[in-house]
């Protein structure tokens, strides 16, 4: 259902209205989740609610750190109206594949991912890219030993290396359908078969290979090429379980306000492995690859937030497809404002995706 017709934006004065109205509209149309199901529909405000989470996966310490330390926010601002919340941690580190395993059978609450239209065929995506669509800039893991690469290199160059990635991955397909032969493995494995010689490089994205690299058990013999990025879009959003409505839409509504109030930005930049990203992707020859993955609702939520989240030399001169330039609480508001009244965007995914 298109819950933003044109007609129906006029009739609301100011962004904050139009977010609380957007927000009432999405509920008008949920059930009450697993999660929600023993909390007094008639006092939201004094419900308490236990919400389980992935543990942290080797390697990504700050990645996890960064997206928990995001949904906790969110879920903050918005305890007035949903009720207070408590963290259940797996006792056991997960692969991504065993977490998206865990949501569809009920023993996760919310996880996070890079996202694919399979994935958002299975679960709630909240299409708000929470790392920036840094985790689609991928640079190389390669032997230390290894001397072929180089800044001459282009996409034609690229399909003579065989790259080593997960099984599970989006970006395996993403690789494959740009031509580049894959070897599919498990994420320890991944490390071995580069520096023992079965595959040419590993894949990373620039926001967790530094982090990678200070594991000596990872990293030994591997050293970080240094002369080109490989770029395709690729955002990471929060994912719910496909029955979990009211949590998406409580989460939705806690990163809306944090991006109108300059938080999202604020903590994204305090990221350990954002000021890296930008230092490690400078002078680097960019290699771009399409992602045949993406939906059309999560090609428009790119279009809408990166402007907002992405680094100046990301972006197509520091713009938007349009032109607007994207800098100043002003344009910031005006952006929001417009993501928050597309159909195509976070709120409506919440909806859409349950269809």
């Excluded at 100046?312 to 609480?329: F, I, Q, R, Y």
Aim: negative net charge; charged residues 25%; contains cysteine.
């Amino acid at each position: 259902m298109d819950m933003w017709r044109p007609g129906r934006a006029l009739l609301f004065s100011s962004l904050q209205t139009r977010i609380v109205f957007a927000l009432l509209a999405c509920a008008l149309f949920t059930f009450i989740p697993h999660a929600y199901a023993n909390q007094d529909s008639n006092s939201a405000s004094a419900a308490h609610t236990k919400i389980r989470l992935p543990n942290v996966h080797p390697g990504r310490d700050a990645v996890y750190a960064h997206a928990k330390q995001l949904l906790t926010e969110a879920l903050l601002v918005t305890q007035a109206d949903y009720g207070t919340f408590e963290f259940v941690v797996s006792s056991q580190e997960s692969p991504q594949r065993r977490q998206l395993r865990s949501l569809e059978h009920d023993l996760l609450d919310i996880t996070w991912s890079v996202t694919s239209s399979d994935r958002e065929a299975y679960f709630l995506p909240i299409r708000i890219p929470i790392m920036a669509g840094l985790f689609g800039k991928r640079v190389l893991l390669i032997n230390a030993e290894d001397t072929r690469f180089s800044k001459d290199m282009d996409i034609t160059d690229l399909k003579e290396f065989r790259a080593v990635l997960g099984y599970d991955w989006p970006d395996t397909t993403i690789f494959r359908k740009a031509g580049i032969p894959v070897l599919e493995t498990t994420y320890r494995a991944s490390f071995k078969m580069v520096s023992e010689g079965f595959a040419d490089m590993f894949p990373r994205s620039v926001m967790e290979v530094l982090e990678e690299m200070e594991h000596k058990d990872f990293s030994k013999g591997l050293v970080v090429e240094d002369n080109i990025v490989i770029s395709y879009p690729s955002p990471i959003f929060f994912f719910v379980g496909s029955s979990n409505q009211q949590l998406a839409t409580r989460v939705t509504e806690g990163l809306l306000q944090l991006l109108k109030n300059h938080r999202f930005q604020q903590l994204l930049k305090e990221h350990k492995g954002y000021q890296q990203s930008l230092a490690l992707i400078k002078g680097r020859t960019v290699i771009s690859i399409d992602n045949p993955l993406l939906s059309k609702e999560s090609k428009k939520a790119i279009e809408n937030f990166l402007p907002l989240l992405a680094p100046a030399e990301l972006l197509l001169n520091g713009s938007t497809s349009d032109g607007t330039v994207v800098d100043g609480t002003e344009a910031d508001s005006a952006i929001v404002e417009n993501s928050v009244l597309d159909n195509s965007t976070a709120e409506s995914s919440v909806e859409d995706s349950s269809a």
